[in-house]
């Protein structure tokens, strides 16, 4: 068995949305997903990441040459040589998303060459994993939101998350409108999330916070923008709410300057260097004996149920949700408020036929 890397396969593909959706700070209409193919002696493993199409270049370009011919079965060194084939690029962010496709692929091509399942090798086994239901956008009508509010309860989901924050923190009247509801909606046993993707200002996000506390709301994501570390910590010390963020963090530094500010890590096993990245970073978080959960991208995240300690839950986000099952084949569901990696060997997924649909340049 040749376990040398001999060929990359990268592909770009545009999801549109049923409707056009918006958060807190952002608006869109589609998600992008760029995949990538790692082969070695006939093999392939699979990985993605959820970035802009330039994303596919930087894994040509930069990442491939760097790998080929190397030893498959090498995922740390191979994360340091992108690491520093990208160094006179940045390492972070676009960069980092490409790392982390790669990345993914690598571990599910030492699964799939190994013969186990990825889970298996990761450390963990095919233990379900709690899920939150996710979505809630700030463009939802009440009946909209009323629908997929429903959806969740169907997929046993006991915690649910919705967006606040509205055009950069200018509707908080709607916001706290939206959220006062949400009890109504979702029902008096559901664990109540909301994020802000950074859109409050600090005085305000305290004066939003002190409402949520109110209301028993146990989440407040993002409450100002995940930059300010200082911002953070000081609502965490005056809420009592979880305040949480992480999802764009790429690098163990990047942990390093949040743990001390949240209660509860995110981690982005598509943002912050693939398994490697994610791995890495939880165990800064259980040394700082915080919580991790895992943001979007369920059907990557469920592959490490029991190997992350501290692993609280995964974000069932709506997009990404609809997304994977057309994109890919062996998708792991979601029932009773889990879902369960798989126990074929690697993580089961391969590209489907469907894909062709949505195929993008890039």
């Known amino acids: 068995m040749t376990t040398t890397l001999d060929r990359f396969d990268v592909d770009v593909y545009r999801v549109p949305t049923p409707a056009p959706e918006a958060d807190g700070t952002l608006s869109w209409d589609a998600t992008i997903a760029v995949t990538v193919r790692a082969w070695a002696g006939g093999i392939a493993g699979l990985g993605w990441t959820y970035s802009a199409p330039a994303a596919g270049p930087v894994v040509r370009d930069q990442l491939a040459s760097a790998l080929l011919d190397r030893d498959a079965f090498e995922i740390a060194d191979a994360h340091e040589t992108m690491r520093r084939a990208c160094r006179n690029l940045g390492t972070r962010g676009l960069v980092m998303q490409a790392i982390s496709a790669v990345d993914i692929a690598l571990w599910d091509l030492k699964a799939r060459l190994l013969g186990v399942p990825l889970s298996s090798l990761l450390g963990g086994s095919i233990r379900p994993v709690p899920v939150y239901g996710s979505g809630g956008f700030t463009s939802m009508s009440d009946d909209e939101l009323g629908r997929q509010i429903d959806d969740w309860k169907a997929a046993g989901c006991t915690a649910m998350k919705i967006k606040i924050g509205q055009d950069w923190g200018t509707s908080e009247d709607r916001d706290l409108e939206r959220t006062r509801s949400f009890r109504a909606w979702a029902g008096p046993d559901v664990d109540l999330m909301v994020d802000a993707n950074g859109g409050y200002r600090p005085g305000q996000a305290r004066r939003v916070g002190e409402q949520l506390d109110e209301w028993g709301i146990v989440w407040f994501e993002e409450p100002v923008s995940s930059d300010d570390i200082a911002g953070l910590a000081g609502l965490r010390r005056v809420l009592r709410c979880d305040v ?37 970073g939880a165990a800064q978080a259980a040394a700082a004996h915080l919580d991790v959960s895992a943001h979007c991208a369920p059907a990557l995240h469920a592959q490490l149920g029991g190997a992350v300690p501290r692993l609280r839950h995964l974000e069932w986000f709506a997009d990404h949700a609809r997304l994977e099952p057309e994109l890919f084949d062996g998708v792991p569901t979601v029932s009773g408020g889990a879902v369960r990696p798989t126990a074929q060997i690697g993580h089961g997924m391969t590209i489907s036929d469907r894909a062709d649909a949505f195929m993008a340049s890039g």
């Open 244 to 280: 949480a963020a992480g999802e764009y963090l790429a690098d163990p530094d990047d942990v390093r300057r949040l743990v001390s500010a949240v209660d509860c890590l995110q981690l982005d096993v598509t943002r912050c260097g693939g398994y490697t990245g994610f791995l890495a």
